[in-house]
């Protein structure tokens, strides 16, 4: 493949991509259904931003929220179905069942460690050394700016943890059972080795969680906006919106089976960070995953960064270096 030349970087040598949203295919269909899939983004954002800036305090709630994002989940799930980007990503019952796997491992076990040894953990112990009378200034700002203002710190640091798993090769190995996945749907973001789901579920919003407004909303822009980027759904997704935020669109060449394509988009919500540094690519990809889409069993996901890290570590014992694979960035 002769690939396409963006900037400094040559994309699609190893697989087809599609680079530039000129070239995108766009929602086929009636005036109706055009409308509804161009603006569709937009208002379910604005719709959550607004219940969560004017909803009584009775219902402001950690739990109001896991039932919307469920509600909204079960919502996206009859998209797949009705308007799907690839008929290729179909879901499949086995595909199905995989999935909800892996979202009730991080509803239980995951949430569980979390809580004891992670950020959660380690948040509790800086809340109680800290004089949180120094952030008056922070809750003084207009609730949106500190909303915003948590999404994207939030954000900023999962750049850089995601970028730095594309790096840095002990990373990789639990980050690169993600990458074996070969299809987006909707809960494919819960797909993973659960050593990278713990690393990539640190972040500091707890920190703010004496700002219960602001986090609710904060959470609200994240589902509205990080949700899409792991689904079946085709939109006719407006510019500015893929200017700012992060898509499916870029997170499928993330995935691509394209080495060069993936290394780039690595936010998660706002991709105006990955512009701000270079690593945004406007497209997307069908053919997805590693090995040429080979699809792996929950067996070789759990026990795949420790065989392969043995393997590494022996191999430079063995031989006296370090034969590593280079990472899909």
């Not at 937009?42 to 950690?62: C, D, G, M, Q």
């Not at 019952?93 to 959660?120: A, P, Q, R």
């Amino acid at each position: 493949m002769d690939g396409i030349r963006v900037g400094k970087r040559l994309i699609g040598t190893q697989a087809p991509v599609i680079v530039g949203w000129e070239n995108i295919p766009r929602v086929e269909g009636g005036p109706l259904k055009q409308f509804i899939f161009t603006w569709f983004q937009p208002t379910v954002l604005f719709a959550l931003i607004a219940f969560w800036y004017y909803a009584p305090h009775s219902i402001a709630k950690a739990s109001t929220a896991i039932g919307i994002g469920i509600g909204f989940k079960l919502l996206l799930l009859a998209l797949e179905w009705v308007n799907p980007r690839y008929e290729s990503w179909r879901l499949t019952w086995k595909e199905l069942v995989t999935d909800l796997f892996y979202v009730g491992l991080g509803y239980t076990l995951l949430n569980m460690i979390e809580k004891y040894i992670g950020s959660d953990a380690v948040i509790e112990a800086v809340q109680h050394s800290f004089d949180w009378n120094k952030l008056a200034w922070f809750t003084g700002l207009p609730l949106l700016l500190q909303a915003f203002l948590i999404s994207f710190i939030f954000d900023f640091g999962q750049y850089w943890m995601h970028r730095a798993m594309h790096n840095w090769y002990p990373l990789w190995l639990p980050h690169s059972v993600h990458h074996y996945i070969t299809q987006l749907n909707i809960n494919k973001g819960a797909v993973g080795n659960p050593v990278e789901l713990f690393l990539i579920g640190l972040g500091i919003g707890g920190f703010f969680d004496f700002l219960p407004r602001a986090l609710l909303l904060a959470g609200a822009i994240g589902l509205a906006v990080g949700t899409y980027q792991h689904i079946n759904v085709r939109f006719n997704t407006p510019r500015w919106w893929r200017f700012v935020f992060n898509t499916t669109e870029h997170h499928s060449l993330h995935h691509s089976q394209d080495f060069e394509a993936t290394r780039s988009n690595y936010s998660g919500t706002y991709i105006f960070i990955d512009r701000m540094f270079g690593t945004c690519i406007d497209g997307e990809a069908e053919l997805l995953g590693m090995e040429g889409g080979r699809r792996m069993s929950i067996r070789e996901q759990m026990t795949y960064p420790f065989t392969e890290g043995w393997k590494a570590i022996k191999a430079r014992f063995d031989k006296g270096q370090f034969d590593q694979p280079v990472p899909a960035e």
